[in-house]
Structures are given as C-alpha cells and as structure tokens.
C-alpha cells in the first residue's frame, strides 16, 4: 500500500509489483515469499488496486530462473492472471546467490570472468526458457564491484541475441546506482548493443522500500535515450504495449 502511495505522490501513472517468487521449496532460501504467502501478496496488490484507482498497478513477479525449474515457472504462471514475469538469475549453483552479501566470500574464492561467463550462460538458458516477459537486471555480477579484466562483449552478444529472438523485453534497473558497482543495470556497453539488436526495454526501480520507488528514473530514461531509444514497454495480462519515452 505505502509503495503505491509513494507511486501516486511522484505523479506516476503505472507501477508494477514484482516481489520474488516462491521457490518450489520453501527452504531454499530466506529472502522470498513461501509458496503459502502468494496469495495473501496478491491479495495486498488487489487492494491496492482498490485503494489507488487512478494509478495503474500491475500484479507481477520477480522468477528465479533455475535449469529444471521451468515446470515449476510454468504451473507458477497459470495460478494468477499476472501482468508480466520478470525472470533473473541470482544463482549460478543451487547454492550461491551472487548478489547475497553474505556469501561475498564466494567471490574471492572465484575468478570473476569464470562467474560471470556461468552467469551469462544461465541468463541466456532462462530467455531461451521462453517464460519470461521481461529480464531483470542483466549484468548482476557487477554488483559488488568484482568486474572481469577480459572482454565480456561476447556474453552480451550471445544473451541479446537470444533476447531478441525471443522478443522478450530488458529492464534498466536504477537498484544498482544503489550498490557498490553505483551504476544503472545493465551498463551502457550492453545497452548499446540490445539497441543494436532491437530489443525492447522497461524501466523499474527493485524497490524494497517506498522511498525506493521511481528513484533515479530520470538518469535511467536519459541513459536510455541516449543510447537511442525512444520508446519502453508495459505489460499487462501478459501482453506488451509500446510507450513514448
Ligand atoms: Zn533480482
């Protein structure tokens, strides 16, 4: 509720929930819903809608895409009507969540561009999964800083190139000015080359909090205009529809 509030008082006219999904085991970790809390957050999204009538409020989810999970994801999809799935990697193992600052020892026990590689490697897998409408924070492993010395245009070349196959869209995701890297997801150089590629992108800001709402879209819409793009998309049941940026 206070996030749709804080969405009305910036004079947004549409803002998406897109909290993380239940995983098909409740344990698997403890930074997301459990399986029995989806309906109580739809629920939350539903009164919202009521409370807010003159805001546009999307009823979404943030997917962990794991291989092997995609029966899960798709039984997932047909529980509620959702506007639109945004599908991330956080894992590059069943046990490391790259982005988890508990587990930054991972890192310095890893080569970066070996991370990144598997990284890429299962962001690529999860567009090819055909299961997602949007892909969240595309270059992640930046997060904490630990950036490869090799180029990694190739990964990026081979990811768009299936996102633009599939038709799915990227997010540019203001969280990261937030983090250690202190940069827009993705980074210019990828954005360039999903420009490139015609793919389609959206806006969002991760927010965890209300004040997080919107924060920094106007740095978001510039780096994205100025890469050359002069429209976004929203979803809704699943649909795309292009918006002038
Ligand atoms: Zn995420």
Same mark, same amino acid.
């Given at each position: 509720m206070d996030y749709a509030r804080r969405a009305v008082e910036l004079g947004l006219d549409e803002i998406g929930f897109s909290d993380h999904s239940p995983m098909p085991? =409740? =344990?698997?970790? =403890? &930074?997301r819903m459990r399986d029995s809390q989806l309906d109580e957050y739809v629920a939350k999204v539903r009164l919202a809608q009521r409370e807010f009538p003159q805001l546009k409020i999307r009823l979404a989810l943030e997917v962990d895409y794991l291989p092997g999970h995609e029966d899960w994801i798709r039984k997932l999809a047909a529980r509620q009507p959702w506007d639109y799935f945004i599908g991330s990697v956080?894992?590059?193992?069943?046990? &490391? =969540?790259?982005?988890n600052p508990a587990k930054l020892s991972e890192w310095k026990k890893r080569d970066a561009f070996a991370v990144w590689q598997a990284y890429f490697e299962r962001l690529t897998q999860a567009v090819e999964?055909?299961?997602?409408d949007i892909i969240g924070h595309a270059d992640l492993p930046k997060k904490f800083g630990f950036?490869?010395? %090799?180029?990694c245009t190739p990964l990026y070349e081979k990811f768009l190139h299936a996102v633009a196959e599939t038709g799915c869209a990227i997010e540019l995701n203001t969280a990261g000015l937030r983090k250690?890297? %202190?940069?827009?997801?993705?980074?210019r150089e990828l954005l360039e080359i999903a420009f490139r590629k015609n793919v389609p992108i959206t806006f969002g800001s991760d927010a965890h909090a209300p004040a997080e709402v919107g924060l920094n879209f106007a740095e978001a819409v510039a780096l994205a205009r100025s890469v050359g793009y002069t429209e976004t998309l929203r979803f809704r049941q699943r649909q795309a529809e292009a918006a002038w940026l």
């Open positions: 085991r =409740d =344990d698997f970790d =403890d &930074w956080h894992y590059v193992s069943d046990s &490391w =969540d790259i982005d999964s055909g299961l997602f950036r490869p010395a %090799q180029d250690d890297c %202190q940069e827009i997801y993705p980074s």
